[in-house]
């Protein structure tokens, strides 16, 4: 059944509204025409109760545009929706990233993440290639995908909105890779569902690392808007030295400031009965939220991202494969995946729009059911990062 407009419909009581679902839902592939966004494919879902989302074929079929009946979830920053054939990997320094860092969701990987780093080369037995220059967070955010389809599909009284896409991360004498991804939600819901597939197309024995970027702004993200998530205990903070100085802990959310330097967190997580982690950026005085869950088994890690300097306000909550100690430390401590031939892994999250009170309340008691995070907004980093288990 699909519930629309107060109302729970059959199929054929649908379809006896409308000569097409468009009329209110769909899918619509459009092309961006201006500017550096210019000759991007971009496919625009509408659920047909309010929420609309855009998904950007051409770079990695990443989550750029959401909002809710006109509220902004998504965050777009300064450099905009940059075509990826702008992109200069390596410049400056390998934080050129940033000049193509903007949406709801950007994907880092699939070989990499986090921070510069020149990663030993000999697996891919090439002596004139001793190491690869990885730059920040990875390739795969900029890589167009070959969309394989995309549109509606019933399931009985279920209508499924859907789009499904392949990123081919791949050169000569090193890695090929590839992330398969589909994303769907069904007509009048308001959880969109990510299924990804990472597998390793080529022969040589490779390095692979994941990590969601989701990026929250203005309005969902305003002074007084809450973190709320299951946590354990605060592992590390980026600015530990300097914790109170720039007033800002990690659970209440300030406005935007100016002269603001990121502030970033990973926190330990404590997963369900069913192995899920859900973590909610909430704004109660507005009355609506947004909640990301991940499976505990696929992202061990989390992130917190705190950008609150004015003109680039946002918050990123940042599922993970590997610690924030970076690719040199998985690596040491043997947590790194190594894919052979035909290996994957596969990645299933969900993101749901909390669109009034009710939904924020009982997201906050399903995540406090699980663990009750600390209390103090600067609870004191423990240093301690879990083994991960299960990597060889």
Same mark, same amino acid.
């Given at each position: 059944?699909?519930?629309?407009?107060?109302?729970?419909l059959?199929?054929?009581?649908?379809?006896? /509204?409308?000569?097409?679902?468009?009329?209110? %839902? $769909?899918? =619509?592939?459009?092309? !961006?025409? +201006?500017?550096?966004?210019?000759?991007? /494919?971009?496919?625009?879902?509408?659920?047909? %109760? $309010?929420? =609309?989302?855009?998904? !950007?074929? +051409?770079?990695?079929?990443?989550?750029?545009?959401?909002?809710?009946?006109?509220?902004?979830? $998504?965050?777009?920053?300064?450099?905009?929706?940059?075509?990826?054939?702008?992109?200069?990997?390596?410049?400056?320094?390998?934080?050129?990233?940033?000049?193509?860092?903007?949406g709801?969701?950007?994907?880092?990987?699939?070989?990499?993440?986090?921070?510069?780093y020149?990663?030993?080369?000999?697996?891919?037995?090439?002596?004139?290639?001793?190491?690869?220059?990885?730059?920040?967070?990875?390739?795969?955010?900029?890589?167009?995908?070959?969309?394989n389809?995309?549109?509606?599909?019933?399931?009985?009284?279920?209508?499924?909105?859907?789009?499904?896409?392949?990123?081919?991360?791949?050169?000569v004498?090193?890695?090929?890779?590839?992330?398969h991804?589909?994303?769907?939600?069904?007509?009048?819901?308001?959880?969109?569902r990510?299924?990804?597939?990472v597998?390793?197309?080529?022969?040589?024995?490779?390095?692979?690392?994941?990590?969601?970027?989701?990026?929250?702004?203005?309005?969902?993200?305003?002074?007084?808007?809450?973190?709320?998530?299951?946590?354990?205990?605060?592992?590390?903070?980026?600015?530990?030295?300097?914790?109170?100085?720039?007033?800002?802990?990690?659970?209440?959310?300030?406005?935007?400031?100016?002269?603001?330097?990121?502030?970033?967190?990973?926190?330990?997580?404590?997963?369900?009965?069913?192995?899920?982690?859900?973590?909610?950026?909430?704004?109660?005085?507005?009355?609506?939220?947004?909640?990301?869950?991940?499976?505990?088994?696929?992202?061990?890690?989390?992130?917190?991202?705190?950008?609150?300097?004015?003109?680039?306000?946002?918050m990123?909550?940042?599922?993970?494969?590997?610690?924030?100690?970076?690719?040199?430390?998985?690596?040491?401590?043997?947590?790194?995946?190594?894919?052979?031939?035909?290996?994957?892994?596969?990645?299933?999250?969900?993101?749901?729009?909390?669109?009034?009170?009710?939904?924020?309340?009982?997201a906050?008691?399903?995540?406090?059911?699980?663990?009750?995070?600390?209390?103090?907004?600067?609870?004191?980093?423990?240093?301690?990062?879990?083994?991960?288990?299960?990597?060889?």
């Amino acid at each position: 059944m699909v519930a629309l407009y107060g109302n729970t419909l059959t199929r054929r009581q649908l379809e006896e /509204r409308c000569g097409q679902l468009s009329q209110f %839902a $769909g899918v =619509r592939l459009m092309t !961006l025409g +201006d500017g550096v966004e210019r000759g991007i /494919r971009m496919l625009e879902f509408r659920n047909g %109760a $309010g929420l =609309r989302f855009t998904v !950007l074929v +051409d770079r990695a079929m990443d989550i750029a545009d959401c909002e809710y009946h006109g509220q902004a979830i $998504g965050w777009h920053s300064p450099s905009g929706f940059r075509h990826p054939g702008l992109h200069e990997y390596e410049g400056e320094g390998g934080l050129a990233w940033m000049r193509s860092f903007s949406g709801l969701m950007v994907t880092c990987g699939l070989d990499h993440i986090l921070f510069m780093y020149d990663a030993p080369a000999d697996n891919y037995i090439y002596g004139p290639r001793k190491t690869v220059r990885q730059s920040i967070h990875g390739r795969a955010g900029t890589i167009p995908a070959r969309l394989n389809g995309y549109g509606e599909s019933w399931d009985g009284d279920r209508c499924i909105l859907w789009a499904e896409g392949v990123v081919s991360q791949g050169t000569v004498f090193g890695e090929h890779l590839e992330l398969h991804r589909r994303i769907e939600i069904d007509v009048g819901s308001f959880e969109i569902r990510l299924a990804d597939r990472v597998v390793n197309r080529g022969f040589y024995r490779t390095p692979h690392m994941l990590c969601y970027h989701i990026n929250l702004g203005y309005p969902v993200l305003d002074e007084g808007s809450r973190y709320i998530a299951p946590i354990t205990d605060v592992a590390w903070a980026a600015h530990a030295e300097n914790y109170h100085r720039q007033g800002v802990g990690y659970r209440t959310m300030p406005g935007p400031r100016t002269g603001f330097h990121e502030q970033v967190w990973q926190h330990e997580m404590r997963a369900d009965s069913a192995g899920k982690v859900p973590v909610a950026l909430v704004n109660e005085k507005l009355g609506i939220g947004f909640e990301v869950t991940t499976l505990k088994s696929q992202f061990p890690c989390q992130y917190q991202w705190q950008n609150m300097q004015a003109g680039q306000y946002a918050m990123g909550i940042e599922p993970s494969t590997n610690h924030v100690l970076g690719q040199g430390a998985a690596r040491e401590r043997n947590e790194m995946i190594w894919l052979e031939h035909g290996e994957e892994r596969r990645y299933d999250t969900r993101f749901r729009v909390l669109t009034d009170q009710r939904a924020i309340a009982q997201a906050e008691a399903r995540i406090r059911a699980i663990a009750v995070q600390p209390q103090d907004e600067y609870p004191q980093p423990s240093g301690i990062f879990p083994a991960i288990e299960g990597r060889s």
